[in-house]
């Protein structure tokens, strides 16, 4: 099952069949484990599972007393927030075809760590999946600055996070970099 609705009413509704539910933070591209292992844990906790993809290109403007998020973008020129969201949804779709399980997906908004929170918060959600980021400058220049998502959401909300780790696993005779 899959529903993106975006009727206020409808959304609310769709809330409150989707309470504890495990929440897994997708990007376009993301490596198919980090869903492998949401749906294991959904199917552990026997919850339903919704894939959260954040446009960090839009920002949240207000939000109505029902729920409803209304945002812009940063740039409004730029939007490309609906096509990744699209392509996301569509990654999920065929991943989780014929897995037997309760999904939806969820277009997000603003701050990656704050968006899954504030989900998390409106859903009572049981877990948190994220994925870490690939390896290479660009993205260790961008978590300097921005910070990791993952940690982020460990250090400000009460709900487990579970960390996929992503790319090539570090070799065992590589020195570690935090002293024992």
Not at 57 to 65: G, K, N, Q
Not at 74 to 79: C, K, R, V, Y
Request: avoid cysteine; aromatic fraction near 6%; glycine fraction near 6%.
């Amino acid at each position: 099952m899959t529903d993106s609705t975006s009727n206020p009413s409808d959304e609310a509704t769709q809330n409150a069949a989707l309470q504890k539910a495990v929440i897994v933070g997708l990007q376009v591209d993301q490596d198919p484990r980090v869903l492998d292992e949401a749906v294991r844990f959904a199917r552990l906790l026997s919850a339903p599972l919704v894939v959260a993809h954040v446009d960090v290109t839009r920002f949240v403007t207000y939000e109505d007393p029902d729920g409803y998020v209304h945002s812009a973008p940063i740039d409004i020129n730029f939007d490309a927030g609906a096509a990744e969201f699209e392509a996301v949804e569509a990654a999920a779709a065929a991943q989780l075809r014929d897995r037997g399980i309760t999904w939806t997906a969820r277009q997000l908004v603003g701050d990656p760590a704050l968006a899954i929170k504030q989900l998390a918060n409106k859903l009572d959600a049981q877990m948190i999946v994220v994925g870490t980021r690939k390896r290479g400058i660009g993205e260790s220049i961008r978590e300097f600055f921005t910070g990791s998502v993952a940690a982020r959401l460990a250090h400000r909300q009460h709900r487990p996070v579970l960390v996929v780790p992503l790319g090539e696993p570090v070799p065992d005779e590589q020195k570690e970099i935090w002293p024992e």
